[in-house]
Every structure is written in C-alpha cells, then in structure tokens.
C-alpha cells in the first residue's frame, strides 16, 4: 500500500490514533520496530512542540501516531485499545 493511500485512509477514518509496530521495552529509550530495525529518533518523525518526545520512560513502550499530536510519533502505554498500521 502507497503513502497517500494510508494517509488517505487515516484522514477519512473515524479511529483518530494508532499504534505502530515499534517499542522500547527490551531497553529503555532504545525504540526498535517489530522486525528489530532501529526507529529514527527525533524531527521530523517524533513529536518535539510543548515537550519532546518519547517522554514516558518504563510506563510508556509503544509507539503511536495521534491526530492530536499531528500524527508525530509519541510513545504512550501498551494497554490502551487503538487501531493498528502494519505492513505486509
């Protein structure tokens, strides 16, 4: 699937944030996506306006993408029950 159709389908969607494949729970601040890859840190992928992020440490492991924080990448905690973008 293309980009523009993923950002195309998150913008009609009524789900406004989901999970992606990536966590720091092997080691803390070390984010690595689900195939072991590490994830880019920082601009302009993570969320960096009224703080920086991730800024959860060991309470918050898993990586999302949330219309409220523009769709930059914030790391929040594993239990909440959202979408998920995957590749095939």
Same mark, same amino acid.
């Given at each position: 699937?293309? %980009?523009?159709?993923?950002?195309?389908? &998150? %913008? /009609?969607?009524?789900?406004?944030?989901?999970? %992606? *494949?990536?966590?720091? /729970?092997?080691?803390? *601040?070390?984010?690595?996506?689900?195939? *072991?890859?590490?994830?880019?840190?920082?601009?302009? %992928?993570?969320?960096?306006?009224?703080?920086?992020?991730?800024?959860?440490?060991?309470?918050?492991?898993?990586?999302? &993408?949330? /219309?409220?924080?523009?769709?930059?990448? &914030?790391?929040?905690?594993?239990?909440?029950?959202?979408? *998920? &973008?995957?590749?095939?």
């Amino acid at each position: 699937m293309g %980009l523009n159709i993923i950002v195309f389908l &998150i %913008l /009609e969607s009524t789900a406004k944030d989901y999970w %992606l *494949g990536a966590t720091d /729970e092997e080691v803390e *601040g070390s984010w690595k996506w689900l195939d *072991g890859s590490a994830v880019t840190m920082g601009m302009p %992928l993570w969320h960096n306006c009224s703080h920086s992020d991730p800024d959860g440490g060991s309470s918050q492991n898993s990586l999302l &993408i949330d /219309e409220s924080y523009s769709y930059y990448f &914030i790391d929040n905690d594993c239990s909440a029950e959202l979408r *998920g &973008i995957c590749e095939h």
